[in-house]
């Protein structure tokens, strides 16, 4: 699953209206956001294994099944579960 490179090339952080890069979540983050989703996600497992981090709000929200969670309550704190890619 991959998000949509011209949805990527629109999208802001909704917190600043910011860009927003597209980066890979740890193995932890990921087991605990599809928990978080799975009730949401009835009939399937919910697939989470990137998210959108906006640099200037320090803050990353996920993407959940192709599906950018972009509202500022979700998002996680920039510093947690962001695999570095060094």
């Known amino acids: 699953m991959a998000i949509d490179p011209e ?5 802001v952080c909704p917190k600043t209206k ?4 597209l980066v890979e979540l740890d193995s932890e983050t990921r ?3 599809v928990e978080k989703y799975r009730e949401k996600f009835r ?3 919910p697939v989470v294994t990137q998210g959108l981090y906006s640099k200037s709000a320090d803050l990353v929200y996920p993407i959940v099944s ?3 969670v972009m509202l500022i309550d ?11 890619e060094k």
Do not use: K, N, W
């Not at 979700?74 to 570095?84: I, K, N, Q």
């Open 43 to 45: 009939d399937e497992e």
């Open 7 to 11: 949805l990527l090339s629109i999208l």
């Open 31 to 33: 087991r605990v956001l």
């Open 74 to 84: 979700e998002a996680l704190p920039g510093s947690v579960g962001v695999r570095s």
């Open 66 to 68: 192709d599906i950018p």
């Open 18 to 21: 910011g860009p927003l890069e």
